[in-house]
């Protein structure tokens, strides 16, 4: 099956510690941006086991590829407002995963699935940490489907 998604998510550097002061706010030192992907990807999707498991659950793997905006803001500034200056870095990106798709009808998709990101910045990078600049992204998630089937 052929498929197109776009998701949304904050990429934080491995190095993060977040802090806690003594009136419960949070900071991280040495953080200089917050960064957004947004993904656009366009895939296939393969179902495994169609002829032995039952139709209320359809599992299976899918690879998707295709740009990924990266949005960064100040963290410095409230979030809200920190979108006032916000840059845009474009960037290629897919990934692979694994999947099971639940329930009877066919017409109402609901699953999950685990998959494994990778994002490549064309440009010098984002400054996530101060004087650290990150091209590549890649990480694991785990995402809840919804949506109509055809």
């Known amino acids: 099956t052929g498929f197109a998604d776009i998701s949304f998510s904050e990429s934080k550097d491995e190095r993060e510690v977040e802090y806690v002061d003594w009136y419960g706010n949070t900071f991280v ?4 941006n917050r960064v957004f992907l947004i993904p656009l990807n366009f895939g296939l999707q393969y179902r495994l086991f169609y002829n032995v498991l039952t139709d209320n659950l359809r599992p299976y793997i899918n690879a998707g ?4 905006f990266v949005v960064s803001t100040p963290y410095n500034e409230e979030f809200f407002s920190s ?14 995963g694994l999947g ?3 329930g009877i009808n066919k017409r109402n998709l609901a699953g ?5 990101y990778y994002v490549h910045l064309f440009d010098k990078g984002v400054e996530n940490m101060t004087n650290k600049f990150r091209k590549n992204f890649g990480h694991f998630y785990l995402t ?3 949506g109509i089937m055809y």
Do not use: C, D, S, W
């Open 29 to 32: 030192l040495g953080k200089e």
């Open 144 to 146: 809840l489907n919804l």
């Open 100 to 102: 099971a798709n639940f």
């Open 65 to 68: 590829v295709g740009p990924t």
């Open 112 to 116: 999950v699935n685990a998959r494994y």
């Open 83 to 96: 979108f006032g200056k916000a840059k845009m870095h474009y960037a290629v990106g897919g990934y692979i």
